[in-house]
């Protein structure tokens, strides 16, 4: 199996229920490929001729993505912006700026490539299970591509392990 041989396939969506209203913070919607989150403010912020400091946002998003994420901008332009690798599209304003957690969740979406025929049949097993129990929130350095010191992916053991646990679930 080959994980996030495309940009395209790893999509990452913030979700937030962030409240807009009257307020001295623009906020934007940054969809963004192939560009990390902090080469993307920094584009911002040189373009619009801002100080970092202005902007503001919750987390910081793959780079090997196409990625939508939240961010604010204090006294920011009323207007959107598309470069390259992203656009930045107004939302309206709000009193405070964006952080951490204004995060409700992150939506993800990711593409298998090159599966084997069992690994196919055993996902459509444990799909059910999935959906009832979901998948562990980890954060950061366990992301896909992250290795540790062995050199082998920092999630493999928590891998196998909800692989054991799904594979103990039988539906009713």
């Known amino acids: 199996m080959k994980l996030k041989t495309l940009p395209d396939d790893f999509e990452v969506e ?6 807009l209203g009257n307020g001295p913070f623009a906020v934007y919607l940054l969809t963004k490929r192939s560009l990390g989150t902090p080469e993307s403010i920094t ?3 040189e373009r619009w001729n801002l100080s970092r400091r202005q902007i503001s946002y919750g987390g910081l998003k793959d780079k090997h993505a196409v990625t939508r994420q ?3 901008i204090h006294h920011g332009p009323r207007r959107d912006m598309k470069q390259e690798h992203f656009t930045l599209a107004y939302q309206g304003q709000s009193v405070r700026e964006f952080g951490p957690h204004d995060i409700s969740a992150n939506r993800f979406r990711i593409v298998m490539r090159n599966l084997m025929r069992e690994e196919t049949e055993r996902m459509l097993l444990l799909k059910e299970g999935l959906a009832k129990n979901g998948v562990p929130n980890y954060f950061d350095d366990q992301r896909f591509g992250s290795l540790g010191e062995s050199g082998e992916f920092i999630a493999k053991p928590w891998a196998w392990y909800w692989r054991m ?3 103990s679930y039988r539906p009713r």
Do not use: G, P
């Not at 913030?14 to 409240?19: I, R, V, W």
């Open 14 to 19: 913030e979700l937030s229920d962030f409240k």
């Open 43 to 45: 584009a911002i912020a």
């Open 70 to 72: 939240w961010i604010t």
């Open 165 to 167: 646990y799904c594979s």
